[in-house]
């Protein structure tokens, strides 16, 4: 059973930046895949970016793309976040998850999940 535990959420004005953590426990990564997602009120949960566990390729939405920044440590299995130039419609309910299938977007390819970091951004 993999535990995530995400942190780094906060209010940000539009333009800022934060980065958010997710450190995993419960297994040992050298496969699959880790992501974040977002959910706003009212909408569905949304893929935001991914990353292979093993040769790091990473993916993103395309309304990030250009701003976030995911990455790890492999030595901490964490990864992180790193979301520059925010904007309002950025601000969301942000969630980790892990999985087995590489390059997956769709949140049923992801198996675990933290409980989520709020990110406000303000305009």
């Known amino acids: 059973q993999v535990q995530l535990v995400e942190s780094g959420g906060g209010l940000v004005q539009a333009g800022g930046s934060l980065r958010l953590s997710c450190a995993a426990s419960g297994r040992t990564f050298s496969s699959g895949a880790m992501g974040w997602f977002r959910q706003a009120p009212g909408k569905s949960r949304e893929f935001v970016a991914a990353?292979?566990?093993?040769?790091?390729?990473?993916y993103y939405a395309d309304s990030v793309k250009g701003r976030f920044t995911i990455s790890r440590d492999n030595a901490k299995i964490t990864v992180y976040l790193q979301m520059n130039s925010l904007k309002p419609e950025d601000t969301a309910v942000y969630y980790c998850?892990?999985?087995?299938?590489?390059?997956?977007?769709?949140?049923?390819?992801?198996?675990?999940w933290g409980q989520g970091t709020q990110v406000t951004v303000s305009s």
């Open positions: 998850a892990a999985g087995s299938t590489i390059a997956a977007r769709a949140p049923g390819l992801f198996s675990s």
């Open positions: 990353l292979n566990w093993s040769g790091g390729n990473t």
